[in-house]
C-alpha cells in the first residue's frame, strides 16, 4: 500500500443505511400487500425509503472518499500560514487534518490527538495514523498521541492553530462538550485560531466559546462536499 487511507467515517451508519435500503426494495417484490387484522398495508410506498437511505448511504461514502479531501482543504484555507505553527489537530483519527496542516509547515509540528474509537472511523489506529504521515511525506513534522480532548494533558497555551473534523459530537453529554470546548480554548495561544467542523451541535460549541470570551464565527455547510453536511466554525482567542 502507497497511498495515504483516511478510512471511512461512521461505518456503522453506512452499514445500516444501506441494510434499510435493502429492505425497502426487498420488501415491496416479496410481500406486495402485509395484512395485519383488518388492515392491508400496501408496501410499494417503502421503495422511497430503500431509495433514501442508499442514496445517504452512497453520500456518506463519497465524502469518506473524496469529499473529506476538499472539505480539509476548505478548513485550512482559513488560515493565513506562517510555516512555523504549533498545530493541534483534535479526533485525529487517521490523520486527515494533522497531516494536512503539517504540508503548511517548515519549522512548526502537527500533532494528532485521539482515543482510537473503532466505530467512529474504519481501522482507526495510531500506527495506521502514522504510517499514512509518512506516506504524505510529513512523518518528520508530526507527533501523534493518545489523549482525550475533555482532559488534556498540555499545558496552556501551548497551541497556535486548533483543528478538529468530525470529533465533538462523539461526546455524548453536553457537559462533557462544554469541556472539550473549554479544553481547547485553553490550550490555544492568545491570537491562535481554532477551527470546529462537526454536524451537529454546532451553535452549542459556539455558545461555550463565546462564554469563555473568545470571538466566533459559523460558516455554513458545504452541501456538495460533506455529507451529512459539516459547518465550520472559526473561533479567534
Ligand atoms: C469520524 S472520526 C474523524 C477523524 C478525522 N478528524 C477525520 O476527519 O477524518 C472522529 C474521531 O474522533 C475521535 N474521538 C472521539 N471522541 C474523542 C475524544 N473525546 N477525544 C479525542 N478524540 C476523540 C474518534 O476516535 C475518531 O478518530
Not at 38 to 46: A, L, M
Not at 197 to 221: A, C, I, V
Amino acid at each position: 500500500m502507497n497511498k495515504a487511507n483516511y478510512g471511512i467515517d461512521a461505518p456503522g451508519v453506512i452499514r445500516n443505511l444501506f441494510l434499510a435500503s435493502a429492505v425497502g426494495f426487498i420488501v415491496p417484490i416479496i410481500f406486495p400487500l402485509i395484512r395485519i387484522g383488518p388492515v392491508n398495508i400496501d408496501t410499494s410506498g417503502f421503495i422511497w425509503m430503500g431509495i433514501a437511505c442508499g442514496a445517504m448511504g452512497v453520500w456518506m461514502l463519497l465524502y469518506s472518499k473524496y469529499g473529506k479531501l476538499l472539505h480539509r482543504n476548505r478548513i485550512l484555507n482559513l488560515i493565513e500560514w506562517k510555516g512555523s505553527e504549533r498545530v493541534l489537530d483534535v479526533g485525529t483519527g487517521r490523520g486527515l487534518l494533522m497531516i494536512g496542516a503539517a504540508k503548511k509547515l517548515t519549522t512548526g509540528m502537527a500533532t494528532g490527538i485521539d482515543i482510537w474509537n473503532a466505530e467512529d472511523l474504519t481501522q482507526n489506529k495510531m500506527e495506521n495514523t502514522l504510517s499514512n504521515a509518512q506516506l504524505e511525506g510529513v512523518g518528520d513534522r508530526v507527533e501523534v498521541k493518545n489523549e482525550n480532548v475533555i482532559e488534556m494533558k498540555f499545558p496552556d497555551n501551548s497551541f497556535d492553530v486548533v483543528i478538529s473534523n468530525l470529533c465533538l459530537h462523539n461526546i455524548y453529554n453536553i457537559a462533557d462538550r462544554k469541556k472539550a470546548c473549554a479544553e481547547i480554548a485553553r490550550v490555544l495561544v492568545t491570537g491562535g485560531t481554532a477551527i470546529i467542523s462537526d454536524y451537529k451541535h454546532m451553535k452549542e460549541y459556539r455558545k461555550n466559546f463565546d462564554q469563555l470570551g473568545l470571538q466566533t464565527k459559523l460558516q455554513p455547510p458545504s452541501y456538495l462536499t460533506t455529507f451529512p453536511p459539516l459547518g465550520i466554525l472559526v473561533v479567534k482567542k
